[in-house]
């Protein structure tokens, strides 16, 4: 049999036991506190990062975008290289405020108030445009389209309701391309409102790696180039240089009227200027000055891509073609898609306006509301 410990011997165990599982407490403590901290740092530098990403990738329509070679810089339009907002007299700059839109052509509040007028062969209405979302309302005959899905269900609902349309009253979704302004709420106008959705095959593979779509159980794939229909409305599929997998424009026609929604067209590629003879309106891209983007924060790169073969229209481009185009077949143009950071509503209608027939009406879509109802 063991003999007992001296009490002494045992108090002093005790004593070192104590303190070593105080020690070990308040260490695990710390360390936990610690380890809360850095995950809270670690993920507010996700989240800054990812915005910041965002930031650069939505400007300008600009997710995945490649850099490119810049454009020539001959000009036929008759401006100077040197026109800019501080060169523009007050008169023909922006609104007082930066959200107000621009026209020159009478815009209807309600469907009901120009049925009350008189009959239209077909309307439209640009939802929102710009490379913060984009979202247009095509309707003829009963039959109602859009075209991109770039701003929340919410925001088109509540707009498309404004006058007086039902979203789910819809027939599909047309989309252009897998950016992030045009293509984001796609699944939610699906899901949410049951709405058919239009796009290439490879679009659909490409937005699903940029955007989180969720599920679709009604895609209508087609091919660029190819016509579609859908009620009484017939859709041209446009094939553009813009710098995505498989990007279109689109012609709406219902027999009698030709629309256009002509964005992210990468360059005036030869084709444009016989499709906008044969329009009777059209809303088309104008998407930057090219002085604000010389002079402009964008990275060398972005700035490349942007005033590249694959990237966007500039107001002097959108300009000219539309003045060799003339007064024509074509009543109206509404400017679209403008960028945020280098262009300015009162700039690029000014631009239009120096070498563009009297006759042909202009308008300027709004980057943040929509713009009121057109008659095509």
């Known amino acids: 049999m063991l003999a007992p ?8 165990v005790e004593s070192h036991l104590t303190a070593l599982g105080t020690s070990f407490g308040e260490w ?19 989240w800054a990062w990812r915005a910041l990403r965002k930031s650069w990738t939505d400007r300008d329509g600009a997710s995945r975008g490649e850099a490119a070679r810049h454009k020539p810089t001959g000009d036929s339009s008759g401006l100077k290289p040197s026109d800019s907002v501080e060169t523009l ?39 929102q445009s710009g ?15 859009l075209v991109d899905a770039g701003i929340s269900g919410h925001q088109a609902q509540q707009r498309l309701a404004r006058f007086g349309i039902d979203i789910r009253s819809v027939r599909g979704v047309l989309i252009s391309h897998e950016h992030r302004d045009h293509v984001e709420c796609a699944g939610i106008y699906h899901r949410k409102f049951g709405l058919p959705v239009f796009m290439t095959r490879r679009t659909l593979i490409a937005a699903k790696k940029l955007v989180r779509l969720g599920p679709f159980r009604d895609v209508q794939f087609f091919h660029p180039g190819e016509k579609l229909e859908i009620g009484d409305l017939v859709i041209e599929t446009l094939p553009t240089p813009h ?3 498989e990007g279109v424009a689109f012609v709406i026609s219902n027999g009698k009227k030709r629309l256009g929604v002509l964005t ?31 002079r402009g924060h964008y990275p060398p790169d972005l700035k490349a891509r942007i005033a590249g073969p694959r990237g966007h229209l500039s ?62």
């Open 264 to 294: 992210d067209l990468g360059h005036p590629f030869e084709q444009l200027g016989a499709v906008l003879r044969s329009l009777d309106a059209v809303f088309l891209e104008s998407n930057y000055d090219p002085d604000m983007l010389r």
């Open 5 to 12: 410990l001296p009490s002494g011997l045992l108090a002093t």
């Open 315 to 376: 107001n002097r481009e959108s300009a000219e073609l539309l003045s060799l185009v003339g007064a024509g077949r074509l009543r109206w143009a509404c400017l679209a898609h403008l960028s945020g950071e280098n262009n300015d509503p009162g700039l690029a209608l000014a631009t239009h306006r120096r070498v563009v027939p009297p006759s042909l009406l202009i308008a300027v879509a709004s980057r943040h509301e929509a713009l009121g109802l057109l008659e095509v």
């Open 243 to 245: 710098d995505v997998v």
């Open 89 to 127: 007299p007050k008169e023909v700059r922006s609104p007082a405020s930066p959200r107000a839109p621009v026209a020159e052509l009478r815009v209807w509040e309600t469907v009901d108030a120009l049925v009350h007028d008189h009959q239209p062969e077909m309307i439209a209405i640009s939802l």
């Open 28 to 46: 695990v403590g710390y360390s936990l506190l610690a380890a809360y901290i850095m995950l809270w740092v670690w993920a507010g530098m996700v």
């Open 131 to 145: 490379s913060n979302g984009n979202c247009f309302y095509v309707q003829s005959n009963g039959t109602g389209v």
